[in-house]
Structures are given as C-alpha cells and as structure tokens.
DNA sequence: CTGAAAGCGCTAACAA
DNA sequence: TTGTTAGCGCTTTCAG
C-alpha cells in the first residue's frame, strides 16, 4: 500500500504539495495538481484515515446509542443520523446497549479512547450520571428519551401533549375505560405520556383508575400480549387500550384477535411510534407518528455543531395523531 | 486530555514503560507497574487509539453491509457479530447499502481508507466486481447471500434444500396448487430457493406454473400485499403461497385477511427466515428459520481469523421449518 | 527490567 | 506556489 511519500516521490513534489491536493486546497498550481493526480491514480494510492485522524485528533466517527435493535422505532430515526452524518463526512458506530451498564460503558469508553468524536444517545436506560460526566469533556446530544440533568442538549417530541391527543380523540369516539400500557416510570417519557393520559381523563372528568394503567419493563410484542390479558381479567373492563409503543400495542392486538375480540368494536387500541408493521396489522393501528427521520437529522446535526464548538439548543419536534381502523 | 508523556513523567518512567504497562506486559516490576497506574489514575489518562491505530496500522473496525436496517431478518446476525466482534475488541460499523452503489463505495472506501479492517457483506446486491477485487488486498466474509466468484469466503445455509422442505409439508397437507413470492432471480438466494420449488412439486408430479411465481424487486411488506392481489385474480387460483421472506409472507397475509381469505383454510402461507414478527401476526407464521445469531458470530469469526492472515473455509448452517399456524 | 529513539501517515506552520 | 519540518500518541526495537 503506497503512502504520501511514494506519491510526493513520482510526483517529484513534496508531500505538503500531496497533503493540499489530497484536500482540495487551491493554492496548488494545476500542473503540479495534475502531476500528484497522475502520481495518485499510478500507485492506486489511497490516503489513510488513520495518519489523519491522528494528526487532526478525531475520528470523524459518531457513536449512537440505542437501547435494542430490534425496535422498529429506531430505523428512521438512525437513517436521518446517518445522512447527516455522511453530509458531514462522518460515520456512525450503531450501538446497542441492551439497557447494559457493562455494555454501555464499553461504548463510553470509545469516545474517552478518541474512537469516537461524539455521541447521540437514544438509551432512555442509560446511565444518566456517567452521560453528565461525560459531557464535560465531551460532545453528547440526547434524541427522543432525555434527561434535564447535566444540561446536555436533547431533541424530543412534546410527549404529554402526545399521549393527551390519543386519548382524547379515544374519549371522543365514546370510550370512557380506557386502558394505559406503559412503561417503567423510570424513564421520562413513561411518566410524560402518563401525565398526558391522566389530564385527558381529568378534563372530560373520566376516573383514573390504577388497574387500567399497565407497566411493562420492556416495550416488547411479549409485553403488550401479557398486559392484554390482566385487564381482560378485570371485572370492569375497558373499552379502549393506549399503549405507548406500537410494539406493545400490536401484542394486544395479537392476544385480542386470538381471543376473538374485535377490534376496534369491542376493544379500541390506540399505539405510539408509527412503526412501518403498524400499518400491516389486520386492522390497521391508529398511532402517534414522530417525525424520526426529522429527528435523526436534526440530532446529528446538533452534535456535529456541538463538536465544532457551536452552541446548540434543545429542539421539540411536532408529533401527529394518525387514525387507522384500530379505533 | 493528558497523553502518555505526562503519565511517563508523573510516574517518572518513559513512554515506553507506561505503554507496557497498558498493554499487560508482564515483564514490568509490579513496583514500577503501580507508580504508572498511579500516575493514571491521577491524570485520568486514557490511551487514545488514535495513536495506537496509527502505530498498529489497524482500525479494529469491521464493517457490516446490509441493504436496509429494518429489514429484521438482519437483527440477530447483527448481534451474533457484534457478540463476537466485541469479545475480540473490534466494533462494528453497521452500513445499511439501501442497494445504492454510491453509497456502498462510501463504504468501500472506510476500508481503502483503512478505518476499517475488513468487510462482512450480507448484501445481496453488492457489487460483486468491486467485492472480488477490493477482497484482492482486504478482508471480506459473505455472509447469508453469496457468489461464488472471486473465492470470497462465505457463511450461509442451503437455501435449495429449505425451500424444498418448505413446498414438500404444503404438498403433504394437501396442496396442489402453490405459488411461489421470490425475489429477484439476479440473487443466488433466490435461484436456490426456486430451484427447492421446483424440485418439491415435480417429485410429487406437480405442473410448475409460471403463473404462479410472482418476482418482487424488494422484500417488503408492501411487496407481498401486491404480489397476492396479483395471485388473487388468477382464475386457477392456488391453495398455498410459499414467500422467500416472512415480510413478504406478512403483507400477503394482511391482504388475505383484509380480502376476508381464511388463513390457513382457503389459503396456506409459509415464510422465511422467523423475524419475531412472524409469531405476532394472526394466525401465526410457519417458517423457516435459519441459525441467524450464529451465522453471525461464525461470519465475524471467519473476518478475523482472515484479518489475521489464518486460512478461512465457507461454512454451511443448518435450517428449520417452524410449524405453525398459517399452514 | 527499563529507556532512548524511530516511525506509523498525515497536516500545517513557517520559510523560501 | 511549494518545500521543510515538527509533531499528533502510540508501540517496538535495540541497547543498556
């Protein structure tokens, strides 16, 4: 494999002259332009991102933090990153915590070890007191999931207002017992989309009953099937599900199909994300779309700024309410 | 940041001591070793890779080319890879291709560019010309879809032999009549999985219809919803639909159901590859299921050991029919 | 067991 | 406009 010097050698130039053309640099003549150009193409040379990031100390590499893979949630999301990131010239290392401390720390210590120039951290698990640490030394952005502590820049949706339009346009089709399958309240967006869901029962003066709110550990198929069946075992069961994750509500679809309860007539369901298989259910799940792909461009955005040194602010992105035949 | 020169004066040894100790060297004086480990701790070093990269000329980066990152079918290889990637300190850079050849070259180019020291290709439509000789100076593995040209190494299953199998238990229920949802048939996956159709239906001396083969150019939901309007109409209806994809299986059965067809009783449906969603739909997919977190850390293995300059042989896993509900 | 020094491949300040 | 040179942070050879 050539380097810069074999090139500024058959060019017959210095390696400076080499390093300006390899940068697109305009003080260089285009004789000796085309001189290095010829050298370049001879030996297939190709300049090593290692010599460079070394001498410019960055990796030109962003780390993303999400919690599982495998959650249709994060796909637009991590595409938006992505081209942003390419626009720039950077690449994204993808990875998945597992909600794992030990997991997550390996990926931190990437960004202290100089692999990574910043991090967007999707992880509502995340360990919030080594994010704030980190973020003294580093460039960290939080996309969707946030914490105010430790003032790290976030991108989000107004969550509470989210959850509050599902359930009122649920009130709205007559449901009175309404259901709320939610996740650990540990994290933010559980205890948003709750508050949500209670002002819309408050200001139609429905109850908020503790039996009709389920919380799950994980916002997985499993965990909406499994939630389904407690309120289906309740006495006074209710006449509509929200479920803050389309995941969880297609569980519940799964378990109220399987036990021949139609939806939406005996049961409306009512998810959160959009994910693309939300569309492919039988019926189709009303949700609340995020716009992810926005949100991914923009938090890549935020974090590139934030590595140049630029002051970044937090950004709240609109949500939409979409109805399909689930309700 | 401190580097390893103030960790070498505050410990009051050279570099090249501190180096040792950092990399475990046993040949340090435990005396030595604690004034060093001393020293870092107080400065809060952390070796930068950068350096180390540079002087190792390696990037300890593996790239993962996928076409598309929703498609789940790639989850569990994805975590297979990483598994092992990260137990011999790579990670992983996930590149989803969108089967845009630019943007594979932007890929390509992260390993001429060395940030990164070889490639697992799971991308059907990579470009097999620019693989074959891009695998000349850097390290490839195929992983699932493969050619066979250029000698590049792979991990994959008999593909013929599940689709076979497949076809074989609709034929033994019964069915006569059964179309095939392929891809493209410029993938070899898709050849072989044909070639299992065909050999299945004429060992039970079955007409292989070109009616009832229906090609898409993707594997997605939408695909397959089309791909059974089109069967649908055909006045020879078949009885059973084989799809080379469970998302592809997925979207015709939204259609079915949405047409009002009993699934499995006036039509039978069988996928591939068990993405979880498959045991989420009603009624539940049969499938086949194909050892993916394996395939995974088998693929990562094999780059490794290939980056290692150890001898790597192709690896064929096994598969299974999952028998459910559909069938 | 430890240290001095070279060098991985590149960029940029400075000089010419 | 181009060249010389130092140096980014680390590992490793060679000497001691």
Redesign the pocket.
């Known amino acids: ?1 050539a ?3 074999e090139v500024a050698k058959l060019a ?6 080499v ?2 053309v ?2 697109g640099q305009d ?3 285009p ?2 332009r085309l001189k290095v150009e010829d050298a370049i193409k001879k030996l297939n040379y190709e ?2 991102m ?3 990031n ?4 960055e990796s030109r590499v962003l780390l993303v933090l999400i919690p599982s893979i495998s959650n249709p949630f994060y796909f637009e999301i991590i595409k938006g990153i992505e081209a942003t990131a390419l626009d720039y010239n950077y690449n994204i290392l993808l990875c998945e915590t597992d909600s794992n401390p030990e997991r997550e720390n390996i990926y931190f210590d990437l960004v202290r070890k100089k692999m990574a120039d910043g991090i967007i951290s999707m992880d509502p698990a995340v360990n919030i007191d080594t994010l704030k640490s980190l973020s003294e030394k580093h460039s960290i952005i939080q996309c969707s999931e946030y914490s105010t502590e430790g003032n790290i820049p976030y991108v989000t949706i107004d969550n509470e207002d989210a959850a509050y339009r599902a359930v009122k346009h649920l009130i709205k089709l007559g449901h009175q017992k309404i259901a709320l399958f939610n996740s650990n309240e540990k994290y933010l967006y559980a205890r948003q989309r709750k508050e949500g869901y209670i002002k819309a029962l408050k200001e139609f003066n429905l109850p908020v009953k503790e039996e009709y709110m389920i919380y799950t550990d994980q916002l997985g198929f499993d965990n909406g099937s499994q939630a389904t069946k407690k309120i289906m075992n309740l006495k006074d069961r209710p006449t509509a599900i929200f479920a803050v994750s389309d995941l969880l509500a297609i569980g519940a679809l799964k378990e109220l199909n399987s036990a021949g309860v139609n939806v939406p007539d005996e049961m409306a369901l009512i998810g959160f994300d959009n994910i693309d298989f939300s569309n492919m259910t039988h019926p189709t799940l009303t949700t609340i779309a995020q716009p992810m792909y926005q949100m991914g461009t923009v938090a890549a955005s935020m974090l590139i700024n934030k590595i140049n040194g630029k002051h970044v602010e937090n950004t709240v992105l609109n949500h939409e309410l979409l109805i399909r035949e689930s309700t």
Do not use: D, E, W
């Open positions: 494999m380097n810069i010097n017959g130039v210095s390696v400076a002259t390093s300006r390899l940068n003080v260089v003549t004789k000796t300049p090593s290692l010599g460079r070394l001498r410019n100390s």
